[in-house]
């Protein structure tokens, strides 16, 4: 089992910036990769980004590359979402997962592990 807790949230104007971060715990060594996934009110949940372990790789969806960068830290097995130049439409709750094996980053299903969300707001 790992456990995912997320941070960071809140409410911020448009063009502001948020760090969200994902502390994992438990058994960190199966991970082979964690996401980023947002929920809007009244849409279904949607990929963000992701980051591989081996080989090091990231992943973004086409509506925040350039703007949100994801990161990890393996020493403190936590991985990080910075979100920059922020907009309204970015307004979500932020979920963090982790899955256990390879095959396609950007499907929740394919994901093992879910933290409870943290909320971003962007204010125009």
């Known amino acids: 089992q790992v456990q995912l807790v997320e941070s960071g949230g809140g409410l911020v104007q448009a063009g502001d910036s948020l760090r969200l971060s994902c502390a994992a715990s438990?058994?960190?060594?199966?991970?082979?990769?964690m996401g980023w996934f947002r929920q809007a009110p009244g849409k279904e949940r949607e990929f963000v980004a992701a980051?591989?372990?081996?080989?090091?790789?990231?992943y973004y969806a086409d509506s925040v590359k350039g703007r949100f960068t994801i990161s990890r830290d393996s020493a403190k097995n936590t991985v990080y979402l910075q979100m920059n130049s922020l907009k309204p439409e970015d307004t979500a709750i932020y979920y963090c997962?982790?899955?256990?094996?390879?095959?396609?980053?950007?499907?929740?299903?394919?994901?093992?592990?879910w933290g409870q969300g943290t909320q971003v707001t962007v204010s125009s």
């Open positions: 438990g058994r960190t060594s199966s991970t082979f990769a």
């Open positions: 997962a982790a899955k256990g094996s390879s095959g396609t980053y950007y499907l929740e299903v394919e994901y093992d592990y």
């Open positions: 980051i591989l372990w081996s080989p090091s790789r990231v």
